[in-house]
């Protein structure tokens, strides 16, 4: 990775945050900055100034773009800096980021990420104010923005930021990162079109778009397929003059910080404390005050524990901290009584003079004393409804150098999908929780251990420095990618390279896709036919060369047009051949009959539901058509929908492929296409000149397929595997005519 970074010009780091890494505090006209010490600053500071091979100028300092809660006046004149950040402060009208933070962050947003939509509020002056105050951060980013800079974007404050960079500052590198769940397609459908629209366009402008996990990930790209239309390749999103990265990138904690707190004396007097005050088994909780955490829930399951476990009274204590947050809201006050209800309840109910079953503060902690009882207790009870990561979790088992303890964790957090030998449990089932509770008191010290050392080791080997290197190794890797798949349009120095190598070959083997490249796309596929110039220029070369035509096509149409001419052709993606001295078509061996019963009726059922779409059953294949459709936008997002029902209906058993063409959706078998069928051919020759044009996203596995010195050319301005691109399909024609009588000159 640090000779990648190497080769890369290396700008500031920029991080544009709603918040900023320090807080301001104004006192006597002296502004004093008070650093924060959280997982994202610690990250930022180390990958620029700490790492080996940075990606960025470790002489610079952080620049650091977040909303400001003092006002201009008071901070005109103040030098905003100190040893690591320089902060750009944001202001915005308290009109302005009352509907843009509170209203369409926090009061849309946020539930309806978290799976409450019941609790969401769409009010227009909320977005309005939304890209106002996206606006603002972009002025401001604007101002102190370089050449070579990088700027990382966080969350879902900023969704709209992305674009407005990359619109203006087209060649700086922008990554994106979303801290909280990405909702599921039929919640984020809730949102206005605009809206939606708007959000998915804007995180695109980034070039890398990170999220927790990879159900985020997958969700992510659903909207954006059915909102906007674009398709994905191994989580790649082309946009034609741009590739973005999509990915899952778990955030994590500095693991080194707290495990080796565990031994600090503070920390131990804390533990220390704890264990002599507080009963024989000890559960603790630390939450913000939020009803995605599920606090509510979390209770009653403990109180299941108590209905059912009498023999465990008056040995047990819930520590139940939860941190105070936006308590001022109507909804979180009432959240609050109902948890003080509750507790009080619990404790009347099955408490005594002697024995306080839960002990709920509602605070923060300081440092020591959290993880003193991190530290004190047997069980860590997490159990979030909704939780974009949670932190919380790895906290805890971070800090157990002894490798005891337990950890009960909701299968609805993030990091469940990391940390697997916890006890996972559904947060809304009480007796989920009540018996998780109990199998933890039960666990031998054997087994505990066991499940510590496996979740340590993966927090240790993806900490929070992992985690932003990650990010950035993947921003590297893309502008890469975007070198290999770079546009560069056939020049007429260009051709005439290409013509000199092939004047001077005297074995050639060229591949012609059909669709699009010796023919036009037309609206009917059955009447776009090649032209009489076009057909003469390929008998001309196959005279002395091989010709081979490479379709996606059935054999009998290809074999009408072409059976008068001596070329091999390669129908349905490379199922089925035909040699040019023979009249047989050979069926690729790899080819198994008795699939298409199971996915031909889900196909017709969205041709159906579709005027003008028709399917299409070839030999191997079966098409899903909808360039003839009468709406075209009902049938690209219907097209939208079935590409993502098939994907998640294929099961992996069925060795089934899905073929995104040009407006056609086709399944085959996974085991040939263009690309294993133009290797074959080029493998069984002594070939010293090869040449492959193609327009299709299926024409990529072709490119890829054939050596390094081939001549491979895009038609179109896609970004592609193909050396060269021709701007259109009527280019095709002179380029060939061009290399065919200079070879004849």
């Known amino acids: 990775m640090n000779d990648l970074r190497k080769k890369e010009k290396t700008g500031r780091l920029i991080i544009v945050a709603y918040r900023l890494p320090f807080k301001i505090i104004n006192e006597n006209d002296q502004v004093q900055l008070f650093q924060n010490s959280g997982g994202l600053v610690s990250a930022v500071l180390s990958l620029v100034h700490e790492q080996e091979g940075s990606p960025f100028n470790s002489a610079e300092k952080i620049q650091w773009v977040g909303f400001s809660e003092n006002s201009p006046e008071e901070l005109e004149g103040q030098s905003l800096a100190n040893d690591s950040f320089q902060a750009h402060p944001v202001f915005i009208p308290a009109d302005v980021n009352e509907n843009y933070y509170e209203g ?229 006050q009432q959240m609050k009584s109902d948890i003080d209800q509750t507790v009080g309840r619990i404790n009347a109910n099955y408490g005594n003079i002697n024995w306080q079953p839960i002990i709920y503060q509602y605070r923060s902690m300081a440092y020591d004393e959290l993880v003193g009882m991190y530290t004190a207790s047997d069980v860590a009870l997490i159990t979030p409804v909704r939780d974009g990561m949670n932190l919380v979790c790895k ?69 929070i420095f992992a985690w932003t290197n990650d990010f950035f190794t993947q921003m590297i890797m893309l502008e890469q990618e975007h070198e290999r798949l770079r546009q560069v349009f056939l020049t007429n120095i260009g051709i005439d390279a290409i013509r000199k190598a092939y004047d001077a070959s005297s074995n050639r083997i060229l591949f012609f896709d059909y669709d699009g490249t010796l023919a036009p796309i037309v609206p009917d596929p059955a009447k776009a036919i090649v032209s009489v110039d076009t057909k003469k220029i390929i008998m001309d070369l196959a005279k002395r060369d091989t010709v081979i035509i490479i379709s996606g096509r059935d054999r009998y149409f290809l074999n009408d047009l072409f059976q008068d001419l001596p070329v091999h052709i390669i129908a349905e993606h490379g199922a089925l051949i035909k040699t040019k001295d023979s009249a047989e078509w050979v069926l690729n061996e790899s080819y198994e009959e008795n699939w298409k019963e199971s996915i031909r009726p889900i196909l017709d059922m969205y041709a159906k539901r579709c005027p003008g779409v028709f399917v299409e059953e070839k030999e191997t294949s079966l098409a899903w058509h909808y360039r003839t459709a009468e709406d075209k936008e009902y049938a690209l997002r219907r097209a939208q929908e079935l590409t993502w029902q098939l994907k998640n209906f294929i099961q992996p058993e069925l060795n089934l492929q899905i073929i995104e063409g040009n407006k056609v959706i086709e399944v085959k078998k996974t085991a040939f296409n263009k690309g294993t069928a133009a290797r074959a051919f080029v493998e069984n020759g002594d070939y010293d000149f090869i040449l492959a044009i193609g327009d299709d996203t299926t024409d990529e596995d072709m490119f890829e397929a054939l050596p390094e010195t081939a001549y491979t050319i895009k038609i179109g301005d896609d970004l592609s595997a193909a050396r060269n691109h021709i701007k259109n399909q009527q280019e095709v024609f002179h380029f060939l005519k061009f290399m065919v009588s200079s070879s004849e000159e």
């Not at 629209?197 to 999220?211: R, Y």
């Not at 666990?443 to 927090?459: F, L, W, Y």
């Open 395 to 463: 906290e805890y088992v971070a800090s157990r150098k002894d490798r005891k303890g337990v950890l009960i964790l909701s299968e609805m957090a993030g990091a469940a999908a990391e940390l697997g030998e916890a006890l996972i449990i559904n947060p809304l089932d009480n007796q989920d929780i009540a018996d998780a509770i109990l199998t933890a008191f039960d666990m031998p010290e054997v087994e505990q251990t066991k499940r510590m050392d496996a979740m340590q080791a993966r927090i240790r080997d993806y900490d």
């Open 104 to 332: 369409f962050c926090n009061n849309l947003i946020w539930p309806l990420c978290h799976y409450f939509p019941s609790l969401a509020k769409f009010e227009d002056e909320y977005f309005d104010s939304y890209q106002i105050a996206n606006r603002l951060f972009f002025d401001k980013l604007a101002e102190i923005i370089q050449p070579d800079d990088v700027v990382w974007v966080q969350d879902y404050q900023l969704m709209l930021l992305p674009e407005m960079i990359r619109e203006r500052f087209p060649e700086n590198k922008i990554g994106f990162f979303f801290h909280i769940p990405f909702p599921s397609f039929e919640l984020f459908r809730m949102l206005p079109v605009k809206w939606r629209k708007a959000i998915i366009e804007g995180i695109l402008g980034a070039d890398v778009v990170g999220f927790h996990t990879n159900d985020y990930v997958e969700y992510f790209l659903k909207a954006a397929r059915m909102v906007s239309g674009y398709g994905n390749k191994l989580h790649y999103i082309n946009l034609s003059n741009r590739i973005v990265k999509v990915d899952s990138f778990p955030i994590s904690i500095d693991y080194k910080k707290f495990n080796a707190a565990y031994d600090e004396p503070e920390v131990q007097r804390e533990r220390l404390l704890a264990r002599e005050s507080l009963k024989e088994k000890i559960i603790f909780s630390v939450d913000r005050l939020d009803y995605s955490k599920g606090i509510l829930h979390r209770l009653h399951g403990f109180q299941r524990f108590l209905e059912q476990n009498q023999n465990w009274h008056e040995k047990v204590s819930y520590v139940m901290v939860v941190v105070p947050s936006r308590d001022k809201i109507d909804q979180y």
